[in-house]
């Protein structure tokens, strides 16, 4: 059965991703673009197995190779998911910049904002011996910041988007630890890492949710100039 934990753990967040797009039509396509531009993340698997860790895997692809099928799924999912957690829960529409609001001086640093995540995480992962995941949890909480930065009208959705993000990871990953026991123990890497671990959940589990939640709430209305306005989308009723 554990050969197909990574699997089931996909699919489930893959399971919360269709439900909020069914349930809310009007968030369908910015879930859609940004699942679709995350999905491709999966393919950095590589630098995670087995520095990070070594999940058992469809086909023993992760083994093998280094690439599974589980990370293409998992990222889409969470990619789609963790644009639209703010919106599900709180009354929000999207509305786009004006022009006069687009050349604010603060949107100078927009183009190296969005691409900080990059420029921190190839450096350090070339130029230190840190494990990926430290490097990629730093980067994607500089390009959080960046993103602060530029666009101070994103801060609720960024904190609000990285603690709900993180809340929904804990559970889903209690639910792994209950339903594999003494999987997390076997397949990370627990050597490489700090070793710290909350409710059986390894600490760099939780930076990364939070990291992740923060920087992929405010992706798609950095990228496209909008504005999340307080009120509920036209036509949506509750």
């Known amino acids: 059965m554990e050969q197909y ?3 089931t753990w996909s699919l489930g ?3 919360v991703w269709f439900g909020l797009y069914l349930v809310r039509p009007a968030i369908r396509k910015q879930m859609l673009r940004v699942s679709i531009w995350t999905a491709p993340l999966g393919l950095t698997e590589p630098l995670f197995v087995p520095e990070y860790w070594n999940p058992p895997s469809l086909f023993d692809l992760a083994q093998k190779t280094g690439f599974d099928l589980e990370s293409l799924i998992f990222c889409f999912a969470i990619g789609g998911i963790g644009t639209v957690l703010y919106e ?3 009354p ?3 509305v786009p910049m004006s022009h006069a609001e687009r050349h604010d001086p603060r949107h100078r640093f927009h183009y190296f904002a969005l691409s900080s995540p990059l420029i921190i995480f190839f450096p350090l992962l070339i130029g230190t011996t840190w494990n990926p995941i430290y490097s990629g949890s730093l ?3 500089v390009g959080a910041i ?3 930065y530029c666009r101070p009208d994103l801060k609720g959705k960024i904190w609000i988007g990285g603690g709900v993000f993180l809340l929904l990871y804990f559970v889903f990953f209690e639910l792994l630890v209950l339903t594999f026991p003494g999987y997390v123990e076997r397949v990370w890497s627990h050597s490489a890492l700090s070793g710290l671990s909350l409710l059986k959940i390894p600490l760099e589990e939780y930076i990364f949710a939070l990291t992740f939640g923060m920087m992929w709430s405010s992706l798609y209305e950095h990228l496209y100039w909008h504005k999340v306005v307080p009120g509920a989308e036209p036509g949506h009723h509750h």
Do not use: D
Request: glycine share 0%.
């Open 5 to 7: 934990a990574w699997f």
């Open 13 to 15: 967040f893959l399971a």
């Open 88 to 90: 599900t829960l709180i």
């Open 92 to 94: 929000a529409r999207h």
């Open 139 to 141: 980067a994607m909480f």
């Open 146 to 148: 960046a993103t602060l």
